[in-house]
């Protein structure tokens, strides 16, 4: 028996979301039964992020157990040549087993991109959320920065979220804009559900001028979710990455976390 962490990515247009559902498509369930046919086992797959429906990675981070001879490096080889093009493991290699892909993972970087121009990019209509709007990407950059340390976020949840501790701590955010496209990136040591798409939507609300700058610092010290904006569409999200102790990553990865 033997412990295998993958690197995937994934494009999240056809799926519900990673986690395996039982009415819908989902990445996991893809996964899980790539590894079934490759390893003659009952594969069970474990997630750092459990992301919506719609919503895409280029780094998400992954756990199983097998007792099949393929090497661990060679699973990114074997399991592209089964799973469908828009599922591709980027890196294998052997675990101990006390990880765990979820609760070991220390921090996170997700990017919310805006493609700000008159018309729709048919390119990039799948990845990017359109705004003609023009926005100002210099006040959505200033207003972000209140939202960076660590806070209440209760009013950044979205309606369906597990309760409990709404603490979070973000680490980086920033507004980058290049040419027709902004994208917002933010990394932190746990996200509420849906916490990132109602930071983009308040935030492109910001840059319209639809909404005061001061009505982040607002949600933070009321927990009103009616002072922010709308949840920004899922498919301007893409998880980056996943940050475990042991990588470079931000000062949250000397914390060992027990929420998504």
């Not at 086992?41 to 429906?53: C, F, L, Y």
């Not at 701590?169 to 980058?176: A, F, L, P, R």
């Not at 982040?216 to 990455?241: F, I, K």
Request: hydrophobic share 40%; with cysteine.
């Amino acid at each position: 028996m033997k412990r295998v962490f993958l690197t995937l990515s994934y494009d999240g247009t056809a799926y519900a979301g990673w986690q395996r559902q039982k009415n819908a498509l989902s990445v996991q369930q893809v996964l899980e039964e790539a590894l079934t046919r490759l390893t003659c086992e009952r594969i069970s797959v474990t997630g750092a992020s459990r992301t919506d429906a719609g919503v895409h990675a280029l780094g998400q981070a992954a756990h199983f157990d097998t007792c099949c001879n393929i090497p661990p490096e060679k699973f990114s080889f074997a399991l592209n040549t089964v799973l469908p093009g828009d599922i591709r493991i980027l890196s294998g290699h052997e675990a101990t087993f006390d990880f765990h892909a979820r609760f070991d993972a220390c921090a996170k970087t997700y990017h919310y991109v805006f493609h700000n121009a008159p018309h729709v990019n048919a390119l990039s209509r799948l990845y990017h959320a359109h705004i003609p709007q023009p926005l100002n990407d210099n006040q959505m950059r200033d207003s972000a920065r209140v939202l960076l340390g660590r806070h209440d976020f209760s009013a950044f949840r979205g309606s369906g979220g597990a309760l409990g501790n709404t603490a979070r701590e973000i680490t980086e955010i920033d507004v980058i804009r290049e040419a027709e496209t902004v994208t917002v990136v933010v990394t932190g040591n746990a996200f509420l559900y849906h916490m990132v798409r109602i930071i983009a939507g308040t935030l492109a609300a910001i840059g319209q001028g639809k909404l005061p700058l001061s009505c982040l610092q607002e949600a933070l010290c009321t927990g009103d979710r009616l002072v922010l904006g709308a949840t920004a569409p899922a498919h301007g999200l893409c998880l980056m990455r996943v940050y475990y102790p042991n990588q470079t990553a931000p000062d949250t990865c000397g914390h060992r976390l027990r929420n998504d």
